[in-house]
T-cell receptor, first 112, second 111 residues
Framework: DGGITQSPKYLFRKEGQNVTLSCEQN?????MYWYRQDPGQGLRLIYY???????QKGDIAEGYSVSREKKESFPLTVTSAQKNPTAFYLC???????????FGSGTRLTVV | QKEVEQNSGPLSVPEGAIASLNCTYS??????FFWYRQYSGKSPELIMS????GDKEDGRFTAQLNKASQYVSLLIRDSQPSDSATYLC???????????FGTGTSLTVIP
Protein backbone atom coordinates (compact mmCIF):
# COMPACT_ATOMS: atom_id res chain seq x y z
CA ASP A 1 0.00 0.00 0.00
CA GLY A 2 1.23 3.51 -0.79
CA GLY A 3 1.68 5.98 2.00
CA ILE A 4 3.96 7.98 4.22
CA THR A 5 5.84 6.36 7.08
CA GLN A 6 7.14 8.38 9.98
CA SER A 7 9.37 6.96 12.65
CA PRO A 8 9.67 6.72 15.51
CA LYS A 9 6.15 7.29 16.81
CA TYR A 10 7.48 8.59 20.14
CA LEU A 11 10.87 10.16 20.72
CA PHE A 12 12.51 11.51 23.84
CA ARG A 13 15.33 14.03 23.64
CA LYS A 14 17.72 15.06 26.33
CA GLU A 15 18.80 18.67 26.69
CA GLY A 16 21.54 19.57 24.20
CA GLN A 17 20.97 16.53 22.02
CA ASN A 18 20.25 16.42 18.29
CA VAL A 19 17.61 13.98 17.11
CA THR A 20 16.46 12.97 13.63
CA LEU A 21 12.89 12.19 12.63
CA SER A 22 12.41 9.92 9.66
CA CYS A 23 9.87 10.42 6.86
CA GLU A 24 9.62 8.02 3.91
CA GLN A 25 6.98 7.97 1.16
CA ASN A 26 6.27 5.53 -1.65
CA UNK A 27 3.63 7.64 -3.36
CA UNK A 28 6.06 9.04 -5.94
CA UNK A 29 5.19 12.54 -4.73
CA UNK A 30 7.55 15.34 -5.66
CA UNK A 31 6.82 17.67 -2.76
CA MET A 32 7.38 16.91 0.91
CA TYR A 33 6.77 19.00 4.01
CA TRP A 34 7.44 19.10 7.73
CA TYR A 35 4.97 20.68 10.13
CA ARG A 36 4.96 21.16 13.84
CA GLN A 37 1.71 21.09 15.81
CA ASP A 38 1.32 22.58 19.26
CA PRO A 39 -1.96 22.72 21.19
CA GLY A 40 -4.05 25.71 20.13
CA GLN A 41 -1.58 26.82 17.45
CA GLY A 42 -2.47 24.68 14.50
CA LEU A 43 0.12 23.45 12.01
CA ARG A 44 3.22 25.52 11.42
CA LEU A 45 5.52 24.88 8.46
CA ILE A 46 9.14 24.08 9.29
CA TYR A 47 10.67 23.13 5.92
CA TYR A 48 9.48 21.97 2.54
CA UNK A 49 11.02 20.49 -0.58
CA UNK A 50 9.66 20.55 -4.11
CA UNK A 51 12.40 18.44 -5.72
CA UNK A 52 15.39 16.33 -4.76
CA UNK A 53 18.41 18.26 -3.46
CA UNK A 54 16.38 21.40 -2.92
CA UNK A 55 14.43 22.66 0.08
CA GLN A 56 13.12 25.92 1.52
CA LYS A 57 12.62 27.27 5.01
CA GLY A 58 9.13 27.60 6.32
CA ASP A 59 7.84 29.90 9.02
CA ILE A 60 9.68 28.33 11.95
CA ALA A 61 12.90 26.81 10.53
CA GLU A 62 15.24 28.01 13.28
CA GLY A 63 16.73 25.11 15.20
CA TYR A 64 15.83 22.55 12.52
CA SER A 65 17.60 21.11 9.49
CA VAL A 66 16.55 18.82 6.63
CA SER A 67 17.97 17.00 3.63
CA ARG A 68 16.39 15.67 0.44
CA GLU A 69 18.89 13.30 -1.15
CA LYS A 70 16.21 10.93 -2.43
CA LYS A 71 12.70 11.56 -3.68
CA GLU A 72 11.30 9.12 -1.14
CA SER A 73 12.98 10.50 1.95
CA PHE A 74 12.87 13.83 3.83
CA PRO A 75 14.41 13.49 7.32
CA LEU A 76 14.15 16.30 9.86
CA THR A 77 16.85 16.95 12.45
CA VAL A 78 15.89 18.81 15.59
CA THR A 79 19.07 20.44 16.82
CA SER A 80 20.05 21.60 20.28
CA ALA A 81 19.42 25.16 19.06
CA GLN A 82 15.68 24.47 19.11
CA LYS A 83 14.83 25.54 22.65
CA ASN A 84 11.27 24.28 22.83
CA PRO A 85 11.09 21.15 20.68
CA THR A 86 8.32 19.32 22.53
CA ALA A 87 5.55 18.98 19.94
CA PHE A 88 3.80 16.69 17.49
CA TYR A 89 5.71 16.58 14.19
CA LEU A 90 3.92 15.80 10.95
CA CYS A 91 5.41 14.95 7.59
CA UNK A 92 3.30 15.37 4.45
CA UNK A 93 3.66 14.93 0.72
CA UNK A 94 1.77 16.09 -2.36
CA UNK A 95 1.79 15.67 -6.12
CA UNK A 96 0.56 19.12 -6.97
CA UNK A 97 -1.37 21.85 -5.24
CA UNK A 98 -4.84 20.74 -6.18
CA UNK A 99 -4.60 17.29 -4.65
CA UNK A 100 -4.12 18.13 -1.02
CA UNK A 101 -1.56 16.70 1.34
CA UNK A 102 -1.15 13.14 2.49
CA PHE A 103 0.11 13.07 6.07
CA GLY A 104 2.20 10.53 7.90
CA SER A 105 1.09 9.28 11.31
CA GLY A 106 3.33 11.74 13.14
CA THR A 107 6.16 11.69 15.69
CA ARG A 108 5.58 12.96 19.20
CA LEU A 109 8.82 14.48 20.52
CA THR A 110 9.31 15.16 24.22
CA VAL A 111 12.27 16.78 25.95
CA VAL A 112 13.29 15.00 29.14
CA GLN B 1 -3.73 39.07 9.98
CA LYS B 2 -3.63 35.29 9.85
CA GLU B 3 -3.73 33.57 6.49
CA VAL B 4 -6.57 31.29 7.56
CA GLU B 5 -8.94 31.83 10.46
CA GLN B 6 -11.35 29.43 12.09
CA ASN B 7 -13.50 29.62 15.18
CA SER B 8 -11.73 27.32 17.62
CA GLY B 9 -14.99 26.23 19.23
CA PRO B 10 -15.73 23.95 20.86
CA LEU B 11 -18.81 23.33 18.78
CA SER B 12 -21.34 20.88 20.19
CA VAL B 13 -24.26 19.45 18.24
CA PRO B 14 -26.70 16.65 19.03
CA GLU B 15 -26.53 13.42 17.08
CA GLY B 16 -28.42 13.68 13.81
CA ALA B 17 -28.11 17.47 13.58
CA ILE B 18 -26.21 19.52 11.00
CA ALA B 19 -22.78 20.77 12.06
CA SER B 20 -21.56 23.93 10.34
CA LEU B 21 -17.87 24.80 10.34
CA ASN B 22 -16.55 28.06 8.95
CA CYS B 23 -13.25 29.39 7.67
CA THR B 24 -12.05 32.68 6.21
CA TYR B 25 -8.82 33.35 4.35
CA SER B 26 -6.90 36.51 3.69
CA UNK B 27 -5.25 36.07 0.27
CA UNK B 28 -7.56 36.62 -2.70
CA UNK B 29 -5.26 34.67 -5.03
CA UNK B 30 -5.84 31.44 -3.11
CA UNK B 31 -6.76 28.67 -5.52
CA UNK B 32 -7.48 25.47 -3.62
CA PHE B 33 -9.30 24.79 -0.40
CA PHE B 34 -9.34 21.72 1.81
CA TRP B 35 -10.96 20.35 4.94
CA TYR B 36 -9.08 17.89 7.12
CA ARG B 37 -10.38 15.91 10.08
CA GLN B 38 -8.03 15.20 12.96
CA TYR B 39 -8.86 12.84 15.80
CA SER B 40 -7.09 13.41 19.10
CA GLY B 41 -3.49 12.21 18.93
CA LYS B 42 -3.73 11.31 15.25
CA SER B 43 -2.61 12.97 12.03
CA PRO B 44 -5.00 14.94 9.80
CA GLU B 45 -6.91 13.15 7.06
CA LEU B 46 -8.31 14.84 3.99
CA ILE B 47 -12.11 14.76 3.79
CA MET B 48 -13.02 17.43 1.23
CA SER B 49 -11.40 19.61 -1.40
CA UNK B 50 -13.04 22.45 -3.35
CA UNK B 51 -11.69 24.70 -6.08
CA UNK B 52 -14.67 26.56 -7.57
CA UNK B 53 -17.36 28.78 -6.13
CA GLY B 54 -20.46 26.96 -5.00
CA ASP B 55 -21.17 23.70 -3.23
CA LYS B 56 -19.51 20.31 -3.44
CA GLU B 57 -21.18 17.33 -1.85
CA ASP B 58 -19.64 14.01 -0.79
CA GLY B 59 -21.90 11.77 1.24
CA ARG B 60 -22.82 13.56 4.45
CA PHE B 61 -20.28 16.31 3.82
CA THR B 62 -20.82 19.50 1.82
CA ALA B 63 -18.11 22.07 1.22
CA GLN B 64 -19.11 25.60 0.24
CA LEU B 65 -16.80 28.19 -1.30
CA ASN B 66 -17.37 31.89 -1.83
CA LYS B 67 -14.25 33.49 -3.26
CA ALA B 68 -15.75 36.99 -3.31
CA SER B 69 -16.26 36.81 0.44
CA GLN B 70 -13.09 34.74 0.98
CA TYR B 71 -15.09 32.21 2.89
CA VAL B 72 -15.21 28.42 2.90
CA SER B 73 -17.43 26.22 5.02
CA LEU B 74 -18.09 22.58 5.78
CA LEU B 75 -21.51 21.17 6.58
CA ILE B 76 -21.86 17.75 8.15
CA ARG B 77 -25.37 16.36 7.87
CA ASP B 78 -26.78 13.68 10.20
CA SER B 79 -23.85 14.18 12.57
CA GLN B 80 -22.58 11.06 14.30
CA PRO B 81 -20.52 10.69 17.49
CA SER B 82 -17.70 9.40 15.27
CA ASP B 83 -17.57 12.86 13.67
CA SER B 84 -16.27 14.26 16.96
CA ALA B 85 -12.83 15.61 16.05
CA THR B 86 -10.96 18.78 15.20
CA TYR B 87 -11.56 20.07 11.68
CA LEU B 88 -8.77 21.95 9.96
CA CYS B 89 -9.28 24.32 7.06
CA UNK B 90 -6.35 24.58 4.62
CA UNK B 91 -5.76 26.99 1.76
CA UNK B 92 -3.25 26.81 -1.07
CA UNK B 93 -1.98 29.55 -3.35
CA UNK B 94 0.47 29.36 -6.20
CA UNK B 95 3.42 29.30 -6.49
CA UNK B 96 5.15 26.98 -4.09
CA UNK B 97 2.41 24.51 -3.31
CA UNK B 98 2.49 25.70 0.27
CA UNK B 99 -0.63 25.14 2.33
CA UNK B 100 -1.79 27.41 5.11
CA PHE B 101 -3.81 25.87 7.92
CA GLY B 102 -6.27 27.32 10.35
CA THR B 103 -5.99 26.43 14.02
CA GLY B 104 -8.96 24.08 13.74
CA THR B 105 -12.48 23.86 15.14
CA SER B 106 -13.22 21.24 17.76
CA LEU B 107 -16.53 19.46 17.13
CA THR B 108 -18.34 17.27 19.65
CA VAL B 109 -21.42 15.30 18.60
CA ILE B 110 -23.53 14.44 21.61
CA PRO B 111 -25.34 11.06 21.50
Amino acid sequence: DGGITQSPKYLFRKEGQNVTLSCEQNLNHDAMYWYRQDPGQGLRLIYYSQIVNDFQKGDIAEGYSVSREKKESFPLTVTSAQKNPTAFYLCASAVRDRDGYTFGSGTRLTVV
Amino acid sequence: QKEVEQNSGPLSVPEGAIASLNCTYSDRVSQSFFWYRQYSGKSPELIMSIYSNGDKEDGRFTAQLNKASQYVSLLIRDSQPSDSATYLCAVNRNPGNQFYFGTGTSLTVIP
